[in-house]
């Protein structure tokens, strides 16, 4: 039997490629008149179902909301689709153009700085690829120290050597060989070279100032949060000084996930295609997800934010939830009507380290009411002096959920009006709070992931949904 072919825009991390259809043809149709997709991605799912009257993407990732919006209007879709035929090329060098449009409006200025900055050393032969994030460490520690040092009156510095000296830590590791060769290149061209001299220590002074303003901006949301914080790229300022239209972004996002590697957008591949004419074709492709597309209301809501409010709204409405922005009402909207289809794929967890971190403690023996799962790994973590959560999978992502921010969004959800499925691992967090007894059906799909580029990649994705 001939499967049906999968409408794609671009390959994407985490995309459901393989479980469209599967999950088309359990979506609710016939109750509901609007449909929702929260962590809207790369909308695979959205292409390929049935449309519904009103169909809403949203996705905090301003590239993706910018491709998303250009495609779904016939007129600026056509125009996306001639530049990116007329204008862009299979290359290297093409993607290295369109990965810094994409990161102007997407990357912090902390991170654009250190990528200059890796550039440079590479572009001046000081550094091979594969060792410039060692070499940009070692740089900036040394940058760093002497500051650091000078913030301290000599009894500190006292204190410091006299604490060092009898604690039982280890000794830094050694530079090695690699490391220092690089460094001593570094010195040689700074001083040979005056032009290169001035860029490094400009972009170098950026990016020590965004990254220790950075780090002060995450001590206050830590204090905020009780902990829970996990930092993500679009919380921290972007480069104020370049404006990039919304096409130009469009342009610059289909074209670096189309052409990177594993569908991250962060790395060219070089075997995506053969030649740029093959590329060419896919673009073609566009059309059909245009059509597919047109007339679809596209948001750039935060979810994972409107989760982090969750211990704080009350379901019937509380002067908390009417002081929250209005994107953040639209979610909730969404989530308590009942003629709405929502289908929530948030940033997967790794069951493996979920296994790990839960072993000694009785998941069945815990009332979902009175605790949280979360809470007992940090109570036993605490007893046994150790630290962590199960690893979030979504480090790719512009905002992905952290094992606290899934139990958040897992409680707030069973008070849910709309038909609701969600995506995940087999994680014993969801199959806690998703039961049969709550009103949730569960089927599994056995899969593969070409991520890694491991021969037997296997994974078993879930589906839970209340209807």
């Not at 604690?167 to 061209?189: C, N, T, W």
């Not at 995506?272 to 059309?287: A, D, G, I, P, S």
Request: glycine share 4%.
């Amino acid at each position: 039997m001939k499967t049906k072919p999968v409408l794609s825009i671009a390959p994407y991390y985490g995309g459901k490629a393989r479980m469209a259809h599967f999950i088309c043809d359990r979506i609710n149709y016939s109750d509901t008149d609007i449909f929702v997709t929260p962590f809207g991605g790369m909308c695979r799912v959205l292409l390929n179902k049935a449309r519904h009257q009103i169909d809403c993407y949203n996705d905090y990732n301003p590239g993706l909301y910018a491709l998303i919006t250009i495609l779904s209007n016939r007129d600026t879709a056509y125009e996306l689709i001639h530049r990116l035929y007329t204008e862009t090329n299979y290359s290297k060098e093409e993607f290295d153009k369109q990965k810094s449009v994409y990161d102007m409006a997407t990357k912090s200025f902390e991170v654009q700085e250190k990528n200059t900055l890796k550039k440079l050393l590479i572009s001046h032969d000081i550094v091979e690829p594969i060792h410039a994030n060692r070499l940009l460490s070692s740089i900036y520690q040394e940058a760093t120290k002497e500051d650091k040092d000078a913030d301290k009156d000599e009894t500190d510095r006292e204190l410091d050597i006299r604490k060092k000296s009898k604690s039982k830590e280890q000794p830094p590791k050694e530079k090695s060989s690699v490391i220092r060769d690089a460094e001593k290149k570094l010195k040689a061209v700074i001083k040979e070279d005056n032009a290169f001299k001035g860029q490094f220590e400009r972009i170098l002074a950026n990016w020590i100032l965004a990254a220790e303003m950075k780090m002060q901006d995450e001590s206050v949301a830590l204090d905020k949060l009780d902990g829970s914080y996990e930092s993500r790229e679009l919380d921290w300022p972007q480069n104020a000084g370049v404006d990039v239209s919304d096409m130009d972004l469009a342009v610059a996002t289909y074209y670096v996930f189309q052409c990177s590697r594993d569908g991250m957008g962060q790395a060219f591949s070089e075997h995506k295609f053969k030649t740029t004419e093959q590329y060419l074709q896919r673009v073609m492709n566009l059309y059909d997800c245009a059509e597919q597309l047109e007339g679809v209301r596209t948001f750039q809501i935060d979810a994972m934010a409107f989760c982090r409010w969750l211990p704080l709204i009350d379901v019937d409405g509380t002067e908390v939830f009417n002081q929250l922005p209005v994107e953040f009402q639209q979610f909730n909207d969404w989530l308590f009507n009942s003629r709405v289809m929502m289908l929530c794929d948030p940033s997967y967890i790794s069951p493996t380290e979920e296994k790990k971190l839960l072993k000694g403690i009785d998941v069945d023996d815990i009332k979902v009411d009175e605790n949280s799962i979360s809470s007992k790994i940090k109570e036993r973590n605490k007893n046994e002096g150790q630290t962590g959560q199960p690893k979030n999978l979504g480090g790719p992502y512009a905002a992905s959920f952290t094992y606290e921010d899934h139990e958040r969004f897992l409680r707030y959800i069973q008070k849910a009006k709309c038909k609701l499925m969600v995506c995940n691992y087999d994680l014993q967090l969801y199959n806690k709070y998703l039961t049969p007894s709550e009103g949730w059906r569960r089927e599994e799909f056995f899969t593969t992931t070409s991520v890694g580029g491991k021969a037997d990649n296997s994974r078993v994705e879930v589906i839970w949904y209340n209807y």
